[in-house]
C-alpha cells in the first residue's frame, strides 16, 4: 500500500469514448501530480495541482483534461483520445510545491488502452 | 508504422555482487536529486534522496553519490537480492522554491541472476 490509489488499474477505451481515471492519496498531502509513461518516453510530468490550484500544464493535449476537487483527489478525464495516447498513467503526490519537500509518492498507475 | 519501444540500458549481476547504477543529469541548477524503482506492474517507489550541497548518502544497503563537476549521480546497491530486480530511474529538480516537478531519466534496468 503506497498511500496513494489509483482506479482503475486497467482501461480500454474507443477512440470516440469518455472515461475518467481516478486517484486519491492518503497521505496529508498537497501537491498532485499525473505522469505518462509510454513504451517509447521516459516518464513525462503532464499536470501539476497544489492546493487544489493547477501549477502547471506540460503542453498536454486538450483531449486530456484534469480536475482536483480537492488535496486529496486527483481525477483525469479523457475524451477523443488517439492510439498513441496508450500509456501508463501514474499519479503521484507530494507535501506541498512550496516548502521544497519535492519527494513523489506513486500510486501504481492505470494502464490505459486506446483502439 | 512500426513502434519502436524505449531502449533502457541493462545492467546484470549475480546475486550477492554490488551493483552500481549511473545517471548523467543536464541542468547544473538541479539540487535535488532522487531515485526511484519501478517493479513490474507497479509504480516508481522512492529509494533514496540528495540534495546538492552533499555528495554522498547512504541508506540501507544503498548510497548515492553525487559529482556536481561532471553532472554524474550513481546509485550504489550492496549484496545485490533477486528483489532488487527492476527499472532504476533517477530524477532530479532544479529548485526547491520553483513550481517544477521532478524531471525523470530514461531508467536502468538491473537484472539479478541467483
Known amino acids: 500500500e503506497t498511500g496513494v490509489t489509483q482506479t482503475p488499474r486497467h482501461l480500454v477505451m474507443g477512440m470516440t469514448n469518455k472515461k475518467s481515471l481516478k486517484c486519491e492519496q492518503h497521505?496529508?498531502?498537497?501537491?498532485m501530480y499525473w505522469y505518462k509513461q509510454s513504451a517509447k518516453k521516459p516518464l513525462e510530468l503532464m499536470f501539476v495541482?497544489?492546493?487544489?490550484?493547477?501549477?502547471e500544464n506540460n503542453s498536454v493535449p486538450s483531449r486530456f483534461s484534469p480536475e482536483c476537487p480537492n488535496s486529496s483527489h486527483l481525477f483525469l478525464h479523457l475524451h477523443t483520445l488517439q492510439p498513441e495516447d496508450s500509456a501508463l498513467y501514474l499519479c503521484?503526490?507530494?507535501?506541498?510545491?512550496?516548502?521544497?519537500?519535492?519527494?513523489?509518492?506513486f500510486g501504481s498507475g492505470t494502464q490505459l488502452s486506446v483502439l | 508504422g512500426e513502434s519502436v519501444g524505449l531502449h533502457l540500458p541493462t545492467l546484470s549481476v549475480q546475486e550477492g555482487d554490488n551493483s552500481i547504477i549511473n545517471c548523467a543529469y543536464s541542468n547544473s541548477a538541479s539540487d535535488y536529486f532522487i531515485w526511484y524503482k519501478q517493479e513490474s506492474g507497479k509504480g516508481p517507489q522512492f529509494i533514496i534522496d540528495i540534495r546538492s550541497n552533499m555528495d554522498k548518502r547512504q541508506g540501507q544497503r544503498v548510497t548515492v553519490l553525487l559529482n556536481k563537476t561532471v553532472k554524474h549521480l550513481s546509485l550504489q546497491i550492496a549484496a545485490t537480492q533477486p528483489g532488487d530486480s527492476a527499472v532504476y530511474f533517477c530524477a532530479e529538480n532544479i529548485n526547491p522554491t520553483g513550481r517544477r516537478a521532478l524531471t525523470f531519466g530514461s531508467g536502468t534496468r538491473l537484472q539479478v541472476q541467483p
Open positions: 497521505l496529508g498531502h498537497n501537491a
Open positions: 495541482y497544489n492546493f487544489k490550484e493547477q501549477t
Open positions: 503521484a503526490s507530494s507535501q506541498d510545491l512550496r516548502t521544497g519537500d519535492e519527494k513523489l509518492f
